[in-house]
Structures are given as structure tokens and as C-alpha cells.
């Protein structure tokens, strides 16, 4: 009798030690999905915040523009001058709401990214035929020495950086600048760099650009932001399991770069078309975008 009383109690202690090890990993599990969670709500106020913030003011300086325009309170070289700067509050609007469509696209409630695979040249063609406008008017350069590649991320997320850093550099190049895009793969990671020849960033700028303070400078023609910052741009690469960097000298320029990472199964493939081909073919398409100074 004491025998089996003594093999109950045992049986009953490892089924107790069983069931609070079992509570003790949910309740772990618990407190890092909260965490997740109250990291991505933080990203979430941040992109608002922003976002809000350089929406209110293009819009107030276009309606500004437009009641001075309607109580006739403008001569006509005065509405000449003001011109490009109502142009450029309508294209920073434009590209905010951009970024506010596309951030739909990929589920804003969570932020949770959705990645599928996708041809990282694609995203570059399109988005440089979106700011053609933008090379025109500052007469930069674009060469476009993207190759096609597959990557494993949230497109909408990656559009939105890839956007955002093109914008960014236009706005630091002056007439006559270039800006280059070119990816490549390193160690099983698609790496994609933004260079440009523009005014270059300082080592103590460059130490703000990732941080979690908004930091915003005027570009060469005045520009202001396009909203959502190179902080947004951080954490949205985070969320792929992806890395961004940045290497500039003053009055040289500057390179963007973005990691991400590629699906195994495109990996195979790439391996395999790679033996099968006998005499090696160019890999990219070099487009040269030159654009006459007005």
C-alpha cells in the first residue's frame, strides 16, 4: 500500500512539474508576442505621426497658394515664382499617399509582413519610370544597372524603401549629378545599393539617419521630406529579416544598401540555370536615363 501511495504521489509531482513547465513556456510565449506586438504599435504611431505631420503641411501650403490665387491677390510673375513650389508640395503629396496605399497593401492593422518571391528589377523599373518627373526637373542622371534577381520579402514594404531612398537621393543631387542602382548576390543574400553623387551626408548626420528620432534636412532646391523617413525605411527592412546601411563623404555622395534575403528554392534554380548554360550572356540590362538640364 505505502508502495503505490508513494508511486501516486511521484506520478502525480512529474504530471505537476509537467503542467507548470508547460504554463511557464506559455506564459514566455505570451510576454514575446506582447513585446512583438508593442513594437510593431510603435512603428505603427511612428508612421502616422510622420506621415500626418508633412501631409498637413503640403496640403496647407497648397490651399494657401490656391486662396491667394482665387482673391486675385497675385500678380502674374508672382504666380510664375510660386510655380515650382506648388509643384513640389503636390509631388510630396503625392508620394505620401503613395506610401500610405502601399502600406494598405500590406496589412496595416499588424504590420505583420507577408513576403512572397519577387523580381527585385521589376521593382526598380517601376519606380524609376514613377520619378521620371523628379530626374527631369533636376537634371540628374539615372543608370539603372539592376539585375534580375528574386528576392523573399513583403513587396509592398520593399517598394515603399526602394521609393523612399531614390526620392532621397534625387533630393541631395544637384544639375549634372548621377545616381546609380545595381544589386548583386553575396552569400545567399540580395544586396541592393542606391548611389548617387550628390552633397554626401557627415559621419555625425550619418549617426541620425537610423535612429528612432525623426531627422529631416532641406535638400539642394529646398525640398523638404517625403514623410516617411529613413527610421520607417529601417524598420520596415527589419521586418523582412533584411539590413540597411549607408557609406558617404561629403561632397562625394552617397550609397544606400539593402540585404534581403532570397528564397532556398530560387537559390536551386539559380544554381541549376547557372551549369546548364553553356556560353555566359550579360546579365543585366544597363538603362541610361539622361535627362536635359531646362
Known sequence: ?????????????????????????????????SKHLENINKVKDKLF????????DSLTSTKGFIDLLKDGQLTHDEFQSLLPELSENANNASLL???????SKSQMQSLEPKPTLFDIQ?????KIKLMDQKFDAKGVK?????????????????????????A??????????????TNQISNGKSIISIEDTGVGIS?????????????TTRGTNKEKGTGLGLTICRELVDLNKGKIWVESEINIGSTFYIELPKSIIHEAVDLQTTTSVKKPQPSYSEHYHLHKSQ
Do not use: P
Not at 512539474?17 to 508576442?33: D, G
Not at 505621426?49 to 498637413?56: A, E, N, Q, T, Y
Open 1 to 33: 500500500m505505502f508502495y503505490l501511495k508513494r508511486n501516486n504521489r511521484l506520478k502525480y509531482t512529474r504530471e505537476l512539474e509537467a503542467k507548470n513547465k508547460k504554463i511557464e513556456l506559455q506564459n514566455e510565449a505570451i510576454l514575446e508576442q
Open 49 to 56: 505621426s510622420i506621415v500626418s505631420h508633412d501631409l498637413k
Open 203 to 215: 559621419e555625425e548626420n550619418q549617426r541620425k539617419l537610423f535612429g528612432n528620432n525623426t531627422f
Open 142 to 166: 539615372l543608370i539603372d544597372k539592376t539585375l534580375r534577381d528574386f528576392v523573399y520579402a513583403d513587396r509592398s514594404m520593399i517598394e515603399i524603401v526602394i521609393q523612399n531612398l531614390l
Open 122 to 126: 521589376e521593382v526598380f523599373i517601376e
Open 168 to 181: 532621397n537621393a534625387v533630393k541631395f543631387c544637384n544639375r549634372g549629378d548621377q545616381i546609380t542602382v
Open 97 to 103: 499617399l503613395f506610401n500610405l496605399l502601399n502600406w
